[in-house]
């Protein structure tokens, strides 16, 4: 089974989401090998979280192919260290883990449509790869926009969207929730279901916390 989640932009939520559906993977379905992979990175981040919170047996290749010092976009990274983006690495530890695990989940870098190399964008590379895909959209004033802006680049670029997961940033309301993403206009303007929200946590990194968020979500209709 395989998910690639990326979200309308950077600090979306795409790095909770995945780290809580890991938790619960490794809590309710101990026996499936679990693989967790974030393509590039640039500056210190996501591949540190997952080496604190999981127990994965991937290397730091195996985890993220290609790193960069700078936390910036991955070709001005490149550049600077005289370095390219090579997206065959990249292909080459997808592969080798989409066929060594039961279950891998690659985070995207920034939003579908932050630049991977100078010609292709997060978008590019989930719809050439054909993955199944998650948005991520966190809840604030413009999220509708957000969400069918990002809607209409995965069509445009043939990615196989298969839902969207809302995220709290920051303390709400569930009265501000209703009225910043009200899930039956977002729904009825993208025609992509609405797997659930996540709440805000105070302590992103609390595994169990993380397991039960998610399981508060309609993970079913994730891996089909």
Not at 22 to 38: D, E, R, T, V
Not at 75 to 81: G, H, L, M, T
């Amino acid at each position: 089974m395989l998910l690639f989640i990326t979200g309308t932009d950077t600090e979306a939520g795409k790095t909770v989401f995945t780290t809580a559906l890991a938790a619960y993977l490794q809590k309710y379905h101990p026996q499936k090998s679990l693989g967790i992979m974030k393509p590039i990175q640039s500056g210190i981040g996501d591949r540190e979280i997952y080496q604190k919170l999981f127990s994965l047996s991937q290397s730091d290749t195996e985890i993220t192919p290609l790193y960069f010092q700078a936390p910036l976009a991955p070709p001005i990274a490149a550049a600077k260290e005289n370095r390219e983006v090579d997206l065959g690495i990249v292909w080459q530890t997808f592969t080798q883990l989409q066929q060594s695990r039961d279950i891998l989940l690659v985070e995207a870098l920034g939003g579908l449509g932050s630049p991977v190399t100078d010609e292709f964008t997060v978008a590019d590379i989930a719809g050439e790869w054909r993955l199944p895909t998650v948005l991520v959209v966190p809840i604030k004033l413009g999220a509708i926009s957000q969400a069918v802006a990002n809607v209409a680049l995965a069509r445009q670029s043939k990615i196989h969207l298969i839902g969207i997961i809302l995220n709290c940033t920051q303390a709400l309301t569930p009265e501000q929730i209703a009225d910043w993403t009200p899930i039956d206009l977002i729904e009825s303007l993208t025609n992509i279901p609405v797997l659930g929200c996540l709440p805000y946590l105070e302590n992103p990194l609390d595994l169990e916390e993380l397991a039960k968020v998610a399981s508060d979500l309609q993970l079913e209709k994730l891996f089909i």
